[in-house]
């Protein structure tokens, strides 16, 4: 008899446990629950920019590079970038060392690559290994080796990497984010409104489809 009370307790549980699931995704997919934000403000001095056509659509990604669901999401929204009409942006957002102790670094690596022409690629990559260089006692290291990798000057890079000017773009892009007061990454912007990372790519061809 106890057993049978047992796992009635644990089917109910788990019952309660996916209808609260169930309930907070539904709230992260209700416009009511949404932050809206002024468009212009999400991309002023966004440096990290695809565009495809005329633009309709513009989705904002604020994302961590050692985070392991934003690496989930940009899986997922890969396809994003072949989509005529849709602009993708992406802001660095670097988590506090306490969560992630790389974020900081690897988000001035990607910084880097950028301003030497590869700042997408170095994204790519430090996304595809992120397991390795997580693991690393000194990341600087593997971002020069994958520097080098994307054809760029090792040296030069490094040297970018521990520039001011590197510093202070992502420190612009956290302070915006701060301002914005999100939470966590990733935090996704779909014409101005946050959408739940699962239904950004369905959200964007709806607006495109209207």
Same mark, same amino acid.
Do not use: C, I
């Given at each position: 008899m106890d057993d049978w009370k047992l796992i009635l307790k644990v089917v109910l549980g788990s019952t309660l446990l996916l209808l609260v699931v169930m309930w907070g995704l539904s %709230?992260?997919?209700? /416009? *009511? !629950?949404s932050l809206k934000i002024d468009e212009q403000v999400l991309l002023d001095g966004a440096r990290f920019v695809k565009e495809n056509g005329e633009i309709k659509v513009t989705v904002v990604n604020f994302s961590d590079m050692q985070c392991p669901v934003c690496k989930a999401?940009?899986?997922? #929204?890969?396809? +994003? $970038? *072949?989509? =005529?009409?849709?602009?993708?942006? #992406? %802001? +660095? $957002? /670097?988590? /506090? =060392? !306490?969560?992630? %102790?790389?974020?900081?670094?690897?988000? %001035?690596?990607v910084e880097a690559a950028r #301003?030497?022409?590869k700042g997408w690629e170095m994204m790519n990559v430090l996304y595809e290994k992120q397991a *390795?260089? !997580?693991?690393?006692?000194?990341p600087e290291a593997s971002f020069g080796e994958y520097a080098a990798s994307l054809g760029l000057d090792e040296k030069v890079f490094l040297e970018a990497l521990a520039s001011k000017e590197v510093a202070d773009n992502v420190q612009k892009d956290a302070d915006l984010a701060a301002s914005l007061q999100l939470s966590g990454t990733p935090t996704f912007f779909v014409?101005? *409104?946050?959408?739940? #990372? =699962? $239904?950004?790519?369905d959200k964007v061809k709806e607006l495109l489809n209207k």
């Open positions: %709230r992260m997919a209700s /416009p *009511e !629950s999401a940009d899986q997922q #929204t890969k396809e +994003l $970038f *072949e989509m =005529p009409g849709v602009r993708v942006v #992406t %802001r +660095l $957002f /670097p988590l /506090p =060392p !306490s969560v992630h %102790r790389y974020a900081l670094v690897s988000a %001035r690596a #301003t030497l022409g *390795e260089w !997580s693991e690393s006692n000194k014409n101005g *409104e946050q959408v739940g #990372t =699962p $239904f950004v790519v």
